[in-house]
């Protein structure tokens, strides 16, 4: 191991793990921006409105789930990673109740959700998703590294 | 390391109000020098010029022969040490020593091992990972000193360090200190109104009084040898008795004494004869046993030494220290004599020494 390497690992004793906690962050910014797109959606039939009661329910459990990782991960705790890695995979699964739902969908001779606000929420999701699982896995490595080093230093 | 010259330093605020007059100081390599003198002195305003924080109204400041008196605060390559820490609550300690070279956009794996080295010399390593409000004062102050022995300076500098501690955390990191500066061998300019830390820190000591320098001298210098009766005084503890007495024909006279002077002393006062002078004795300079009485009002026993309170003559109030348990009782008749006596010129209050008027 180079010398650097070295010292980029006994750092990790002292410093925050911020790579993962801000790409958790992120996270929550872009699906703040998806469900800001959501909402805008003229919809009023029983289906869409209970299915977007659960969407901001189930936004406020992710932000604070996720919120809660972004802390977690900073001190590389290895279980928030995979909390992340299941918010990430919630985000995907997102993509396909609403929007998919919602895309092209008439109610009221009226287009629910024309295709450009579609691609824009699919977006979100994805980057939102990306952004938990880059986070997870930069944790993962770095929590496996820095344990590996505290190990040693034991040893 | 660095030398320093403080060259007619004035320093006159937006009001008028002079708060230091014509400052002259030779900073040498490596040495540390203590300011010291009572509060409003000016001895930290002095500093604060040195650190750029404040203006320099007048005169001139070097650093390694350099001009630097208009130079901004971060350009001077100098760390203060404050007396309030000044550390960053939210951040670990090893954040906190950090934080400055993460600022200047240093390599992070250099950045580390400075504050690995600074941890050890000040033994914080175990403190790394903690917030400043888990540490001591005394842990504090320390994690302030590290964050500026990162930085590698050439000049530190210490406002008071030691005055938010209690007296053992105090007498604690004031060797601390000490041993840094052997360690580092540091230019260190040190501020305190504490004449112990000056005395047992200092290589040399500046004695400011209403923003003017009494006398700049190593603290031996200070203490057998002031140069008026402020520095007598403000050096000491307790401080120096000062009697009223009139020299007169090879004898000094005053109330409750009347003593003879050896041949070097009234050569010294021979142009004072039959004029008052102030006699200086220092508590430590009283011994038991003597032509001389003192009737003890308080005895205070220190465990080494006793200091006994009382009154020769009418109304010459004196402190003797002496070095031994002793029980004294108000009333008591003590007979001592003086083991070294200094003199002073009553009207410019300077010291008479050899060199006469």
Request: proline share 3%; with cysteine.
């Amino acid at each position: 191991m180079s010398e650097d390497r070295a010292i980029q690992l006994d750092r990790m004793r002292f410093t925050k793990n911020t790579t993962s906690s801000r790409l958790a962050l992120l996270a929550i910014v872009f699906d703040v921006l998806f469900f800001i797109s959501l909402y805008k959606s003229d919809v009023d039939t029983y289906y869409y409105t209970i299915l977007i009661g659960a969407s901001i329910i189930y936004n406020l459990v992710f932000l604070l789930a996720t919120f809660l990782c972004s802390e977690g991960v900073k001190n590389y705790q290895v279980s928030y990673s995979w909390v992340m890695m299941a918010l990430g995979v919630g985000q995907i699964v997102r993509i396909f109740i609403i929007p998919m739902n919602a895309h092209q969908a008439v109610v009221n001779n009226a287009v629910v959700m024309g295709d450009a606000q579609f691609i824009r929420m699919v977006i979100y999701l994805v980057i939102s998703a990306v952004c938990l699982f880059a986070g997870a896995i930069i944790n993962l490595n770095k929590s496996r590294a820095l344990s590996a080093h505290l190990a040693s230093l034991q040893g | 390391m660095a030398e320093l010259q403080l060259q007619h330093l004035d320093k006159i605020y937006d009001n008028n109000v002079q708060a230091v007059y014509d400052f002259n100081l030779d900073v040498k390599d490596g040495e540390l020098i203590v300011l010291v003198g009572p509060s409003g002195c000016g001895k930290s305003t002095t500093l604060r010029m040195v650190a750029g924080l404040e203006d320099i109204s007048r005169g001139n400041l070097l650093l390694d022969g350099k001009d630097i008196t208009q130079a901004p605060a971060k350009d001077r390559d100098m760390a203060m040490v404050f007396q309030n820490y000044a550390l960053y609550g939210h951040m670990t300690i090893y954040e906190n020593m950090d934080f400055s070279l993460t600022l200047r956009k240093e390599n992070p794996n250099v950045i580390h091992k400075k504050v690995l080295a600074a941890a050890e010399i000040l033994d914080l390593t175990a403190q790394l990972n903690k917030k400043p409000s888990q540490l001591s004062g005394g842990q504090r102050q320390r994690v302030a000193m590290g964050r500026a022995i990162v930085r590698n300076p050439k000049v530190f500098l210490f406002d008071e360090p030691l005055s938010n501690l209690d007296a053992k955390l105090r007498s604690a990191t004031r060797r601390d200190i000490l041993l840094l500066h052997k360690r580092l061998n540091a230019t260190i300019l040190y501020v305190t109104h504490d004449q112990t830390e000056a005395l047992t820190l200092a290589n040399r000591i500046v004695c400011m009084s209403m923003g003017h320098v009494q006398q700049i001298g190593t603290p031996l210098e200070l203490y057998d040898s002031p140069n008026n009766t402020f520095v007598a005084t403000f050096i000491g503890l307790p401080p120096m008795n000062m009697l009223k007495a009139v020299f007169e024909d090879g004898r000094i006279k005053g109330d409750g004494f009347d003593l003879e002077l050896t041949a070097e002393e009234r050569a010294m006062l021979a142009p004072w004869n039959r004029e008052e002078v102030i006699m200086g004795v220092r508590p430590e300079y009283i011994a038991e046993g003597g032509d001389l009485t003192l009737r003890v009002s308080t005895n205070e026993n220190l465990g080494m030494n006793t200091l006994v309170h009382g009154k020769m003559g009418e109304n010459t109030r004196i402190t003797a220290k002496f070095r031994s348990w002793a029980n004294y009782k108000n009333g008591d008749i003590v007979p001592i004599h003086f083991t070294r006596k200094l003199f002073f010129d009553p009207k410019t209050t300077n010291a008479i020494r050899k060199e006469g008027k």
